[in-house]
């Protein structure tokens, strides 16, 4: 049996590059030998396309960097096949699919999606527009709110002339807090495992929180607090997606960090399945299939939400290119569903070549 090529684009220019390594080092760890040939391609923190040929050492090492290697590679496309290729050293090869395990901007937001669809080439995960919407916390939230999905109250800010401006006035902490209670959350609109994010009690916190999430957008989200539970339920499909059991983060932390997540090993905990009654289980996994479907979602997705006290369920956020670290909830709950680490990614491969062989059957001229 021929065995498929698999590129697995990781790194980026992005502030989870390291959570990315991490996840591209168990992918790379997963994929079954007897059936795909992996090629490994970093993407630096400047942009550019690295060959990262020594594989051995990519599974063994520890480092949280690119390594030294220094052949810059690009993708080209020519007859009906696509390939990586190197002008250096004359290397070249095919690719039968990519997995691209970019956490963040340029690789979850629809970037790495539309370069890989101008190149057909199958990929895993959701395509340009779902990948867009899931990054773009404020239109994720609005589009489900339209379509009756509970989510928490928030408040849109840009940044203009070093402002946070809302519908063209200075946003004050004291309309916030009226609009929303507190304490509220201040998190950039585009970025992921809670890099900027700040809990807020007071007006210095808030001016404090401002200043941080704008260095890393220039749309940023204030929400309110809810008091409750932190669910994470795993989604995977095309057109009949299916959920898995729900699971629940427990942190230490005042909220979960980006250090609660990745570095603090006594900072959280996961419980899998979560306690949870059967009915409120089900209404979970009900929600997080309706989320992503509604969000144009394909292939893969983690859906969060929070349960409150009285048992109302909120849907948080989606993430397209979910963590697939040691730790991460979105391989662990399907292997609590039944699903292995090395089935779920034999799933996915097959969802993006199911995919891709379906949107080939569109027609693409009207003459």
Known sequence: MKKL????????????????IMSARNVYSSLDREKYEPILIGIGKNGKWYLQGDTYKFKASNSLKLFDNKTEVRLVSENNSTSVVSSVDSFSSR??????????????DGTIQGLLKLANVPFVGAGVLGSAIGMDKDVAK???RDAKIPVAKFITLRQAQGKALRLGEELAFEEAKKKLGLPIFIKPANNGS???????KSKDEFNKGLNEAFKY????LIEEGIDGREIECSVLGNDNPVASVPGEVI???????YEAKYFDESGSKTEIPAKLSPKIASKIQKMAVSAFKILNCEGMARVDFFLDKKGNIYVNEINTIPGFTNISMYPKLWEASG??????????????IERFNSEKKLQTSFV
């Open 251 to 257: 942190t230490k932390h005042e909220f979960y960090s």
């Open 95 to 108: 690719l039968d699919v990519v997995f691209p395990i970019l956490h963040g901007t340029n690789g979850e």
């Open 142 to 144: 609005r589009l489900l």
């Open 339 to 352: 699903l292995s680490y090395e089935g779920l990614i034999d799933k996915l491969i097959d969802l993006a």
């Open 217 to 220: 957008d220039n749309k940023i």
């Open 194 to 200: 809670s890099v900027g994010v700040s809990k807020v």
């Open 5 to 20: 090529k698999v590129g697995i684009i990781f790194g980026g220019k992005s502030s989870e590059h390291e959570i990315s």
